[in-house]
């Protein structure tokens, strides 16, 4: 029998003493992903400011910014398991009661043992690391970094176990599966020499009964992975801010302005929410980063027009994927890279597109505002003056991150740090609504868990991909669709198909740097125009971020808007059918990418 | 089905020159072997970039990669012999240099647990910027984006008045864009196929080093190799190897034709201005050597050098 609980054991002997010791490695825990994060956004600000006052950054500033990424994603793991806050899929309530606790150890056991052999698998990297000998900056060994990894997956092998009941036997139970881990890693070859289904089943039943997220991708790849780079870093940094603006009346200010000049339009919140998280996403390329930065912001101006809760997770699960056909959003630049297209005609291209797809949502916004009976004021320019004045230093923040950006001052991670910066400039030393002592160390460790739950999935999902890839599924499929279609139109229904399921399990960095040449010569052969190509591979992409059953944006917004999965699947469909629309449009109208175009002589 | 599956990554995009050689040695390995070994490649980048592939190389999840210097220097510091700027001279002095190097590079990636299978060559890194250079001061008034650039080689730049960037890859585009850079160091057939010319259209001619690279194997991987077929396996490996050498400068100056016909202009320095570049040249060169290679590969790779000029 094992001894899952080397946190906890103590407790159960000398309750008072060991929870003080628990609470001290907890706090400690606490402070350190504190740490990693502030030391994220200060050091590509010093980075800035060195750069530009002194000619000279400082000194490896990128890779260790790269590697505290790392840091936090497993650091924030560990503490989202702490909290329960890993993400599952909780269809657990919709068992008899009788059955709930049976299916809370089961699952937790194939947690246990699926994180358990990430962890080992883990280790070997790092010894492997270790043995090359490699140093990341400043001298300092890639391995003692990377050690972070085997280290925390241990310790949410043991959490997953002892959270997954409340007695003694459960938790023995499902510390088995610790142990049934360790020996699937020392002697690999139970999994490899037989057939992969009874796996399979495994992973997908104990997925069903609630086993977190991080957990049912990685068991279902078993193969390692890296969070590897530098754009990744905005991630934490525009969460972090979303975070600090999410304290205190920023809200409040905004919504005020936003009441001022849309209020008489008919869903006027909607819209203009709908409007800003497009615009953030071009930004951002539009991994989610949106709902992070700005969801519970939004979610408060629309909840407290009096629009429905339902409406509200929809309308913000699908606005954050708007935006990326937009320029200059990542996703076009790094398409064109990669298919060898013009970049400056993929931005002319999405276009209409881009406006099309924001038209649809905002147009849902007015008809779900006009339905509601959602409340209008007739316009009044003093009060949207006051209204502008007071919300002037969170109206300035696009700005600062716009300037920085096109004034050529900033890269992406540096301009998401600056925002993280000025969020807590802002909240500390003008508006005062965060205290450093009293407040800040909350704030962080709540974005550390909320940025952990998130960034192992991104992180499995990674080695998923890289599964993938080793197991040539995307080629296989697509020799497969070359060599049985032969209609233009059944090959771009497969393509909306096959892009959609792409776009639900790859991030888009990955789907672009492994899909999008293998599509190429295909849409050639079936005589799609490239740059028409490319707009759709990224258009149904956005559609498959918000994709039941593991859309990456739905697994930000459960987090964020603190929702069920199943919620925020329910939530979406709407949005999800309209924008299907959109995307159905720009795949059979290829007028709509192309006519800007050719008005242009392009 | 084969015997043996080499799973070989590679940066190089799918259909360019570089992927092109690759795919005939696949198909090469299959005939020597009479079908017993096949290639399998993963190009584009699919697999990682250059350190990606080097860690896959060792975790044992990909047997070969062809790298450029970035990855192997990863794995031997000694192949930043390589990225020496303005050391060689032309092709012909590179490739003597590499005849004189190739037993001491190749025991040290035998060491390391790597085989070396051929080398490759991607072209010639140039100077692309968005003002035309023909003085060192047009060069030092440019902020320049350099691939791969460590602090330590930042340091020497700047310490010839020159104003280097180090950027992740990904962030190019929108820094050329947005004025973050103003020049960059490629080449042209990468200028060319990522669209970076149009951003910066003046080419400087005369290049600053050639972007090397190898195809290497792990010993593991290699030791899995069918005994019978090993010898015909690295000989139609060095034979791939060798197309290098006529049909990347072929497709370079396609390259650079093709963008000359869509407004890239071809500077060079002017004649006043030369003594003065070659001596800053010549200095940054012993100091990037000095600082970046191992000593004795250094020194054997001047002593090469001297002994091709002579
Ligand atoms: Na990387
Ligand atoms: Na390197």
Not at chain 2, 132 to 152: C, H, N, V, Y
Not at chain 2, 221 to 242: V, Y
Request: proline share 5%.
């Amino acid at each position: 029998m094992t001894q899952p609980d080397t946190e906890a054991r103590p407790a159960v002997r000398r309750p008072s003493r060991a929870a003080a010791v628990l609470g001290f490695l907890h706090r400690g825990e606490d402070s350190l992903a504190g740490v990693v994060l502030v030391a994220m956004v200060a050091l590509p600000l010093a980075e800035m400011v060195t750069r530009r006052a002194f000619g000279v950054g400082v000194p490896g500033s990128g890779p260790v910014v790269q590697h505290l990424t790392l840091w936090i994603a497993f650091l924030g793991a560990a503490l989202a398991a702490r909290e329960r806050r890993l993400l599952a899929v909780a269809t657990a309530e919709l068992l008899p009661s009788g059955w709930r606790r049976g299916a809370r150890i089961a699952a937790g056991a194939c947690a246990a043992a699926v994180s358990i052999l990430l962890g080992r698998a883990a280790l070997d990297l790092v010894l492997i690391e270790r043995d090359a000998g490699g140093t990341f900056a400043l001298g300092i060994a890639t391995w003692i970094a990377q050690a972070v990894i085997p280290v925390t997956f241990a310790a949410i092998a043991v959490r997953v176990a002892w959270r997954a009941d409340d007695a003694w036997p459960g938790r023995a139970i499902a510390g088995l599966g610790i142990v049934f881990g360790l020996v699937l890693g020392q002697f690999p070859g139970l999994l490899e020499t037989r057939s992969a289904w009874p796996w399979l089943v495994l992973v997908i039943a104990a997925t069903a009964l609630g086993m977190p997220l991080f957990a049912a991708i990685g068991g279902a790849a078993a193969l390692l992975f890296l969070i590897d780079g530098v754009p990744l870093a905005a991630i934490p940094l525009f969460t972090l801010a979303g975070f600090l603006l999410a304290e205190g009346q920023a809200s409040q200010r905004l919504l005020r302005v936003f009441r001022a000049f849309f209020g008489s339009l008919p869903g006027g919140t909607a819209v203009v929410v709908a409007l800003i998280f497009a615009f953030f996403t071009v930004f951002t390329g539009g991994s989610g980063v949106t709902i992070l930065a700005l969801g519970a912001l939004a979610y408060q101006a629309l909840e407290a027009d009096g629009y429905r809760s339902r409406f509200s997770v929809g309308l913000l699960t699908g606005s954050a994927s708007l935006g990326l056909l937009l320029p200059p959003a990542l996703p076009l630049i790094l398409y064109g890279i990669v298919a060898g297209v013009s970049i400056e005609d993929l931005f002319i291209g999405g276009f209409l597109p881009g406006l099309l797809l924001i038209g649809l949502v905002a147009g849902w916004g007015m008809r779900e505002g006009r339905r509601a009976g959602i409340p209008r004021q007739a316009f009044e320019p003093r009060e949207a003056g006051k209204a502008l004045w007071s919300a002037k230093w969170e109206l300035l923040l696009p700005l600062v991150v716009l300037v920085a950006i096109f004034g050529g001052f900033a890269t992406l991670v540096e301009a998401s740090a600056i925002t993280a910066g000025y969020a807590f400039l802002m909240q500390v030393f003008v508006h005062r609504d965060v205290s450093v002592r009293r407040d800040l160390p909350r704030v962080l460790t709540h974005a550390a868990v909320l940025l952990g739950g998130v960034l192992i999935i991104l992180a499995v999902a990674m080695g998923l991909t890289s599964y993938l890839v080793d197991a040539r599924v995307p080629t296989l499929a697509l020799e497969w669709v070359q060599t049985r279609v032969d209609s233009k139109l059944a090959f771009l229904l497969l393509l909306n198909v096959f892009l959609l399921i792409v776009g639900c399990l790859m991030d888009i960095f990955s789907a672009t740097v492994v899909v999008a040449p293998l599509l190429v010569p295909l849409g050639l052969a079936f005589d799609i125009h490239p740059i028409h190509l490319g707009i759709i591979f990224i258009a149904n992409l956005e559609l498959g971020y918000m994709t039941p059953p593991v859309g990456l944006n739905l697994f930000l917004a459960a987090y964020r808007f603190d929702r069920t999965l199943g919620e925020v699947a329910r939530s979406v469909l709407p949005i999800l059918l309209i924008m299907a629309i959109g995307v159905a449009l720009i795949t059979y109208v290829p007028a709509m990418t192309l006519g800007l175009l050719s008005l242009l002589g392009r | 089905p084969a015997q043996t599956v080499v799973k070989l990554a590679t940066l190089a995009p799918d259909g360019s020159v570089w992927h092109r050689i690759l795919e005939d040695q696949a198909v090469d390995w299959r005939r020597v072997s009479s079908g017993r070994v096949e290639l399998r490649l993963y190009p584009g980048g699919v697999a990682g970039d250059d350190p990606d592939m080097v860690r896959k190389m060792r975790l044992g999840q990909f047997q070969a990669a062809a790298l450029s210097v970035e990855g192997l220097s990863d794995i031997d510091e000694a192949f930043n012999v390589f990225q020496i700027p303005l050391f060689f001279q032309s092709i012909d002095e590179l490739f003597y240099v590499i005849e004189q190097l190739e037993p001491m590079l190749r025991a040290r990636l035998e060491e390391k647990g790597f085989v070396l299978l051929n080398w490759g060559y991607g072209g010639w890194v140039h100077l692309y910027s968005k003002q035309p250079i023909t003085e060192l001061s047009d060069l030092r008034g440019q902020k320049l984006f350099m691939w791969g650039a460590d602090d330590r080689q930042l340091r020497l730049w700047r310490a010839h008045g020159l104003q280097p960037v180090a950027l992740a890859a990904t962030d190019i585009m929108m820094a050329l864009q947005t004025g973050m850079i103003e020049a960059l160091a490629t080449t042209p057939l990468a200028a060319l196929s990522l669209q970076w010319y149009r951003l910066v259209p003046h080419h400087l001619d005369g290049g600053l080093a050639p972007l090397m690279g190898a195809t290497v194997m792990t010993r593991r991987g290699f030791d899995r190799l069918p005994d019978q077929d090993r010898e015909a396996l690295l000989a139609s490996a060095t034979e791939a190897g060798e197309r290098f050498r006529t049909e990347v400068p072929e497709a370079e100056d396609r390259a650079l034709d093709a963008m000359r016909g869509r407004g890239l202009t071809v500077t060079s320095i002017a004649q006043s201005a030369e003594a003065e570049w070659r001596t800053n040249a010549a200095a940054l060169a012993s100091e990037y050597g000095e600082a970046l290679v191992p000593t004795e590969v250094f020194a054997a790779a001047r002593r090469a050098l001297e002994e091709f000029r002579r």
